[in-house]
């Protein structure tokens, strides 16, 4: 079996008229199955490029990169669409929910573009909300959800599809510290069915809950270690619903 | 993803933005109805014209005096007149193999009274032949049988216009009537034949040939004869050859040379109406291509918002992506909503151009065409509309960069 990502010299070059901005200069790296990894770095370093290839959002400039033993670079755009759906769930740090789209919908959209029938997507759907704690908010908009909750969504949009890999880009960035622990747990949660987490974050509270670090620094790894992660403090009861 | 949910997606998304999307479609509503419109209207006018000149009998040809010559130098005892009644003697007993009938006409316009009114009208004196001609029977007592027609009998057959004047309240058969003072027993009305090619058909009056030449023609019909000779033949397509005939028998009668004009018309009614057929088919063309302008337009409004729509919805397209949209997932997405678009207003436009099509058929007094072909294809056209237009700004959906997208600010 081989790697989930394998990873060697690795370059992500920008263009910005007559500048090249070097993000990745030479990324090596190989992550096995099942694990949490937090990405880390100081603002700019290139960690948002690196999740971007790895999540097959993005192509690099120079390397090689596979993805389950795949050469991503020979996908066409359509079938890195279909890797996406199948192997990858995204959780970002602005959400990236549809407006005046009910939760339920927001979830069940990945499964439509892999030709789910309604009973089915409903059905599974529901059971992302549930996963999430978000059981009876399904018709709400998200501008009807706090922060937490609408990356509670988000979650479950990228649970939904039953994807080997969450990838999160500052899943927590936008929200409080004590919503920022529902979301690690659920997170953590999803490891311990041996799922594949990968997350970025600049805030080592945050890092502490996954199995290995992996440091930036100008597009570049300078530190990759593991650990044993924390445990997040249980979700204090009151504030589960709200509603 | 099935079409059912992507129609679904497309509906949501323009019941979104209700406005803007019955604005847009408006384009496509005034170009299809515009189309049907016209492509109606211009169906309704060929059919009157036709019915018009179809009015003066289909296969007839018209042999008259050479009016260009009337005033002329050449004018003689005929006073403008060449064609003579030993012309038309000769004429008949040629029985050319494609000539059906001949009858003469003299015509005249003169003041008709009756008891109850007053009225000036164009008389004319023919023979019996001439109602065969000119395929016209009554509708109220009768017309003159082959002997009435060569007497001088003082009789006439009015059409319905003169028998509505002159006797609006009463049953005109057997009434008298008198033409320059001279009295006619009224012997039937004629069937109603609408407007023709000189006006209304149903304002004449018509008197035996003899009775004509004695009291209508100046000269008493000597030798000239100052009117027409209708000729009818026996297949429609023998126009041509017969008028061949016709001109080589008159100018020998005549004595022409080589190189001297005809002093003779002859006309075939059925080009006339051709021509007029044709510029008014021109007509209807024209305005056909201008509401097919106005279409193209109402497509151009369906891109333009499209465009937008697309610009707006750049991070929608991004999500989209991220969890497993294919560029075509998202191209189609776009494409049916433009397509959705179009094809709400083609029906819409197709509602308009029935509405005006009927308008103008009642305005105009025309037969009111809506043929379904021409709504069939209207409204596949529209559809086409919506995917043509619609097409450059999917594309242009479907290419964005995930990346880029996701990060773009609305
Ligand atoms: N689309 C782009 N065009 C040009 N330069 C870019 C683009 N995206 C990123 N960069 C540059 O690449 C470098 C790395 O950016 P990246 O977003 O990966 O940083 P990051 O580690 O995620 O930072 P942050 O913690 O602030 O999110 C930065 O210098 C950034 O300016
Ligand atoms: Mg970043």
Redesign the interface.
């Known amino acids: 079996m081989p790697p989930l990502i394998e990873m060697r010299a690795i370059e992500r070059t920008y263009v910005m008229g007559d500048n090249l901005v070097r993000a990745l200069r030479g990324v090596d790296l190989t992550i096995e199955q099942g694990a949490s990894i937090a990405i880390m770095g100081t603002s700019g370093s290139g960690k948002s490029t690196l999740m971007n290839i790895m999540g097959c959002l993005d192509q690099p400039t120079k390397g090689n990169y596979l993805l389950h033993g795949r050469d991503v670079a020979r996908l066409s755009r359509a079938q890195l669409a279909d890797v996406r759906g199948r192997m990858i769930g995204f959780v970002f740090q602005s959400f990236n929910l549809l407006s005046r789209t009910s939760a339920l919908e927001n979830v069940e959209m990945p499964l439509m573009y892999q030709g789910v029938g309604a009973g089915e997507r409903h059905r599974r759907a529901m059971a992302a909300l549930e996963r999430v704690n978000l059981k009876g908010r399904e018709d709400h908009h998200p501008n009807q959800l706090s922060g937490g909750q609408q990356q509670r969504v988000a979650i479950a949009r990228a649970l939904v599809t039953e994807a080997p890999v969450i990838m999160a880009d500052e899943p927590t960035g936008n929200l409080d510290t004590k919503t920022s622990y529902e979301v690690m747990a659920i997170l953590q949660g999803i490891v311990a069915q041996g799922k594949t987490v990968i997350l970025v974050t600049h805030e080592s509270d945050i890092a502490a809950y996954a199995q290995r670090v992996i440091t930036l620094r100008d597009g570049l790894i300078i530190d990759d270690r593991k650990q044993t992660p924390l445990t997040p403090p249980p979700p204090e009861k009151h504030d589960q619903e709200a509603a | 993803?099935?079409i059912f949910?992507t129609l679904k997606l497309a509906l949501r998304a323009l019941w979104?933005n209700k406005v803007r999307s019955l604005l847009t479609m408006l384009g496509i509503v005034f170009g299809i109805g515009a189309v049907i419109a016209m492509v109606a209207g211009g169906q309704g006018a060929q059919a009157a014209v036709k019915e018009v000149f179809q009015s003066l009998g289909t296969n007839v040809l018209v042999v008259s005096n050479n009016s260009m010559r009337q005033g002329g130098p050449s004018q003689g005892a005929g006073g403008g007149a060449a064609l003579t009644w030993e012309d038309l003697r000769r004429l008949e007993q040629e029985s050319l193999p494609t000539v059906r009938y001949i009858a003469p006409v003299l015509e005249t316009r003169t003041q008709l009274v009756s008891e109850g009114g007053n009225w000036a009208t164009s008389v004319s004196g023919t023979t019996a032949t001439w109602f065969k001609i000119r395929n016209w029977d009554v509708e109220q007592g009768a017309s003159f049988d082959e002997d009435t027609g060569n007497s001088n009998a003082k009789v006439a057959v009015i059409g319905k216009t003169v028998a509505a004047q002159l006797f609006p309240n009463e049953n005109p058969i057997g009434q008298v009537i008198r033409i320059s003072g001279q009295p006619y027993e009224v012997l039937g009305v004629l069937t109603s034949k609408g407007q023709g090619p000189r006006g209304d058909n149903d304002d004449t009056v018509i008197i035996p040939l003899n009775a004509y030449k004695q009291k209508l023609s100046r000269d008493g019909g000597a030798k000239y004869l100052k009117g027409q000779i209708l000729v009818s033949m026996m297949e429609d397509d023998q126009a041509e050859t017969t008028m061949q005939k016709l001109t080589e028998l008159l100018r020998d009668w005549h004595k022409l040379d080589a190189k001297d004009d005809d002093d003779f018309r002859i006309r075939n009614p059925a080009e006339f109406a051709k021509a007029q057929q044709d510029s008014t088919e021109r007509i209807a063309t024209l305005l056909a291509i201008v509401a097919a302008v106005s279409l193209f337009v109402g497509g151009i409004g369906v891109m333009n918002i499209m465009l937008v729509s697309v610009i707006e919805r750049t991070?929608?397209i991004?999500?989209?992506?991220?969890?497993?949209?294919?560029?075509?997932?998202v191209m189609t997405q776009f494409l049916v909503e433009s397509l959705a678009l179009a094809a709400v207003g083609g029906l819409l436009g197709l509602g308009l151009g029935y509405v005006s099509a009927q308008y103008m058929a009642d305005y105009f007094g025309w037969k009111m065409f809506f043929p379904a072909t021409t709504a069939a294809v209207a409204f596949a056209v529209a559809g086409g509309v919506g995917v043509v237009f619609g097409l450059y700004p999917a594309i242009r959906a479907s290419q964005l960069d995930?990346?880029t997208a996701?990060r773009y600010e609305t």
């Open positions: 993803m099935s949910a979104r991070r929608e991004g999500i989209r992506m991220a969890v497993g949209a294919k560029p075509v997932d995930p990346i996701l």
